[in-house]
Structures are given as C-alpha cells and as structure tokens.
C-alpha cells in the first residue's frame, strides 16, 4: 500500500491511499530504458517479477496525481510512503473481509497471497 501525501498553500493536509501490484507488460511499457550499466540487472529484477507499481486509481476511485515537490517543512508539497509489511495471509471470509486493506487475505485455504 501507498499513501499520497499533500499539503496545499492554504495549509490543509491531504492523505490518499492507494493499492500497488506487481508491475505488469503496460507499465514496463512506461518505464525509461535503463542505463547499459544496470540492464543486466533490471532484466533479472523483472523475469522475477520484483517491481511494484501503484495502482492508477486510489480506493475511493481518485485518479493518481504523481507530481511530487517540497519538503514537509515547506509551506506546500506532495511526497510518497510506502508500506510493505511482511504477513501471514489470513483466509477471507465474512467476518475479516473489512479488513482486506489492513491485512494480507486468501479467497481460499492455499494460503496463497491474493494480488
């Protein structure tokens, strides 16, 4: 998960939250080439399927803005956090699926990671 953090010169704080998946062929599509220092590397980083991306849309549906600037001591700025947060995934059912933004869940009993 990722939050968005921005303050605007009127001095309010906003926070959106967004899901993020394993880069897929679209946005590799969207990606600089890398430096033929570090090809070699990136390649082997992608085959294994090691780059993240942020989804387009937060979890109210509000498109992405990745413009980022300022520090925190400044009077307005924009920055990024990122959580990765190693679990124990959790089988989903009716009682814990609120907490599916919270936690890992599984839709079944394979305890495999549901992206």
């Excluded at 967004?18 to 090809?39: G, L, Q, R, V, W």
């Excluded at 498109?63 to 089988?91: A, K, W």
Aim: net charge negative; with cysteine; proline share 3%.
């Amino acid at each position: 998960m990722a939050s968005v953090w921005n303050k605007t010169d009127d001095g309010k704080e906003h926070m959106q939250e967004f899901a993020m998946h394993k880069c897929n062929d679209s946005d590799f599509e969207k990606f600089y080439a890398p430096a033929k220092t570090i090809y070699k590397t990136i390649t082997s980083l992608r085959e294994k399927e090691y780059f993240w991306c942020l989804d387009t849309n937060d979890f109210d549906g509000k498109p992405l803005n990745s413009r980022l600037f300022g520090r925190e001591t400044m009077d307005s700025y924009r920055y990024i956090d990122f959580r990765f947060v190693h679990c124990l995934p959790q089988e989903m059912n009716d009682t814990n699926k609120h907490l599916k933004n919270e936690t890992c869940m599984v839709e079944n009993s394979t305890r495999e990671a549901k992206e």
